[in-house]
């Protein structure tokens, strides 16, 4: 036969690597920001970080989304002191109280990434 069958999990990864290839050649938009410029560079470029080296959490069963997340929150804390909060991902809905001068919301590609930090 021509044709070989492919686990699911193959044919996902490859789906799932391809479409973050797109997004980390994105260039990120910032919708909303209440941060210095020094902090928004610095989530900007860890998200592009995060993005680009995310087959790393592949053998932890991690998808991209929780990834960044998982990355831009400790990097926020170990930088800015507890208590940082992120969501990633192409759905969803905040509404916020966040400590001023701490909260961004923005895109890469398709993918938003909302963080910020309480008291």
């Known amino acids: 036969s021509r044709f070989r069958q492919v ?3 193959s044919l996902r990864h490859v789906l799932e ?3 973050f290839i797109v997004i980390t ?5 910032v919708k909303a920001s209440e941060m210095d410029p020094s902090m928004l560079e610095k989530v900007l470029n860890e ?3 995060a993005l680009e080296n995310t087959t790393k959490y592949a053998l932890e069963n991690i ?3 929780q990834a960044v997340a998982k990355h831009l929150k400790k ?4 930088a800015y002191d507890p208590t940082w909060h992120v969501l990633v991902g192409r759905h969803f ?3 916020v109280t966040h400590e001023k001068s701490c909260y961004a919301y923005f895109y890469v590609g398709q993918m938003g990434v909302c963080i ?3 008291p």
């Open 25 to 29: 050649m994105a260039k990120p938009v």
């Open 17 to 19: 690597t391809e479409v």
């Open 93 to 95: 809905s905040a509404f």
């Open 116 to 118: 910020w930090k309480t």
């Open 75 to 78: 990097q926020f804390e170990d």
């Open 47 to 49: 998200t592009q970080y």
């Open 7 to 9: 686990p699911f999990e």
């Open 63 to 65: 998808t991209s989304e």
